[in-house]
């Protein structure tokens, strides 16, 4: 099994969306893409990942599955700080504020439960910080 990772096109933040420069990004993306031979692809519900996707779609005429759990996650500080996980800088870490108990630790918790049973459903089961493969799931192993 192969996995492409990718981030959406340059985005609006404020309205969830592709700039046109993010738009000619996708559109880039989707003539390589289009090349190797996608059996899936899955996009987050935010708008501007799914705006990505779509032009990938578009060409391949595969539909994108939203996966729910890929939603931009928000991290919420002991002091009641709400922000986007990305934003996460090891400076913050040190903050008095992060430190414990991490009020975010549930939340980080559930996305790798989620991600660990999505990688399950494609055939692959997380021993340790690995994975390995099920051959019984009838997923085909490619390397």
């Not at 933040?13 to 899955?42: C, F, M, V, W």
């Not at 040190?94 to 991490?102: D, K, N, S, Y």
């Not at 559930?110 to 399950?120: F, K, R």
């Not at 997380?126 to 490619?142: A, F, L, N, T």
């Amino acid at each position: 099994m192969r996995l492409y990772l990718i981030r959406h096109g340059h985005p609006d933040y404020s309205t969830d969306s592709l700039t046109p420069r993010g738009k000619g990004e996708a559109q880039a993306l989707s003539e390589y893409l289009s090349t190797l031979n996608l059996d899936r692809i899955y996009t987050s519900p935010m708008g501007r990942a799914r705006e990505t996707a779509s032009f990938t779609s578009a060409k391949t005429g595969i539909p994108p599955v939203v996966l729910d759990w890929t939603a931009e996650l928000r991290l919420r500080a002991c002091d009641g700080t709400d922000f986007p996980a990305w934003e996460m800088s090891p400076e913050n870490l040190r903050r008095p504020e992060f430190q414990e108990p991490p009020s975010w630790m549930p939340a980080l918790n559930q996305l790798a439960g989620e991600s660990d049973a999505w990688v399950e459903s494609l055939g692959w089961r997380r021993d340790g910080i690995s994975y390995v493969h099920m051959p019984e799931r009838g997923v085909p192993k490619q390397i």
